[in-house]
DNA sequence: ATTATATGCAAGTATTTACTTGCATGTCAA
DNA sequence: TTGACATGCAAGTAAATACTTGCATATAAT
């Protein structure tokens, strides 16, 4: 799994938006998804396509119709391989940090 | 807090590399930072200014030297505003997906 | 004081990314 | 079978991003 490109997907607020409008309601058309997106189909498109190519989002072909469905299992790769890993040492780092802060401003005293 | 910062600050490897290097080792400066990063000390310091911007890293000035300490606060954010919403409707979400795949193959069989 | 070290500032280039426009293809419905 | 609808493909433009080079400043060590 690439998590470069999961990363990559997350990083545009327009392709965010797409998510958030399939985690609303699943199983949606490149063109109902265009409709609240303030751009032309193709660039809608083009977002859907990175999202498909970060796993982040699958496609079934319904007749003319593309149908897209979320894949979250990318959003909890992220989570386990890397927001996790920080966030046990969260209040570590802050003490740290604090412990720092002191140290500075009343060195030795 | 602008999580779209965060995201952005998160797409690039060298910078999430960074937040790596600051994991393994808190309080670093500036130049301890470059020896792992193949490219000049401008190019680290602008993504480390980003990862401020972001949030993500915060500073202290020690002398003439630099000291960049981690923070963790945004990926819990991005964790609590975006991840946990799709991860809690996972199960859900494959589900549903699972059907519909099935109701294809089998229409009505 | 002089030299070396740690960093900043700013302009310039190169690469990547976002978005558009125009046309082509395939599916459905009358 | 014709017309409308859903989408794809591809080339081009515009804008954002990554990275470099050259010089400036401040702190520390000798």
Chains 1, 2 share one sequence.
Do not use: S
């Amino acid at each position: 799994m690439d998590i470069d490109k999961v990363f990559k997907a997350l990083a545009d607020p327009g392709r965010r938006r797409l998510l958030d409008m399939l985690h609303h309601e699943n199983g949606q058309t490149v063109t109902a998804l265009c409709e609240h997106m303030d751009m032309t189909r193709q660039a809608v498109t083009q977002h859907l396509q990175q999202l498909e190519g970060a796993n982040l989002v699958a496609v079934i072909w319904q007749g003319r119709e593309k149908l897209h469905y979320l894949n979250p299992v990318p959003l909890h790769e992220i989570y386990e391989r890397w927001i996790g890993k920080f966030e046990r040492n969260r209040l570590r780092a802050l003490h740290d940090f604090k412990k720092k802060l002191e140290g500075d401003d009343h060195d030795k005293a």
